[in-house]
């Protein structure tokens, strides 16, 4: 959903519930596969072109934050087309609108980096459910669901602003916008009103 020419595309949490030479593996210094669009373990549910930005959003985490793409991977067993948006934390389902994976009115390539923001910041919604702390969206107070939503943006914030660098020119502002709508929840200067919002009635 977009006021005036403002993003508005929260998030939230629905508690419903190669080888270098022949034989030889490049190591790898993490100790980790070599994450990739190729490689990531996520099931992806959805038509044609949201499949195909959805490994967008992948190949650009892979470029520009690949620990958070682990995280990621490591967070989210599946990523499904939906009516609206939000981690389905007993499925490990990140289920995304379209106005989630298509920002309306952005180009391409800012879309892709909002999208790619918005799954590290539901993955971390699932983190937070595994370290035990309450995610239960329905059963929230207003003041928990914004301590658990200035948490996972922050997380997400640090992707997009390492990932900002690698978007070119033309897309630069339209993603520096996008950063600058979520700082502004994060300093108080914007009220969190999709904080406010019950699952069932998101329009995003």
């Given amino acids: 959903m977009f006021v005036s020419s403002l993003l508005f595309v929260p ?18 210094p993490l100790g980790e596969k070599q994450l ?37 991977d ?10 609206r948006s939000g981690m389905e934390i007993v499925s490990d389902t990140f289920l995304a609108s379209n106005t989630t994976a298509f920002a309306p009115g952005y180009s391409r390539e800012a ?35 914004e301590e658990l939503e200035t948490e996972a943006r922050k997380v997400q914030i640090d992707t997009l602003q390492r990932c900002l660098p ?14 600058d709508y979520l700082v502004g929840m994060q300093d108080g200067t914007q009220e969190c009103a999709y904080c406010k919002v019950e699952w069932g009635d998101r329009s995003w």
């Avoid at 998030?11 to 593996?25: E, Y």
């Avoid at 490591?74 to 087309?81: D, L, N, P, S």
Wanted: aromatic share 10%.
């Fill in 36 to 72: 990739s669009a190729d490689t990531v373990k996520i099931e992806i549910r959805g038509n044609n072109e949201f499949v195909s930005q959805t490994r967008s959003a992948f190949n650009m985490l892979a470029q520009c934050d690949l620990d958070a793409f682990r995280k990621v």
């Fill in 111 to 145: 879309q892709v980096f909002w999208y790619a923001g918005t799954m590290v910041h539901d993955a971390h919604h699932n983190w937070q459910s595994a370290q035990g702390m309450n995610t239960d969206w329905g059963s929230l107070s207003l003041e928990q669901r």
């Fill in 11 to 28: 998030f939230g949490i629905n508690h419903v519930h190669a080888a270098a030479s022949a034989g030889t593996p490049t190591p790898d």
């Fill in 166 to 179: 690698s978007i070119k020119e033309s897309a630069r502002s339209e993603a520096q916008a996008m950063i």
């Fill in 74 to 83: 490591e967070f989210m067993a599946k990523i499904q087309e939906y009516n």
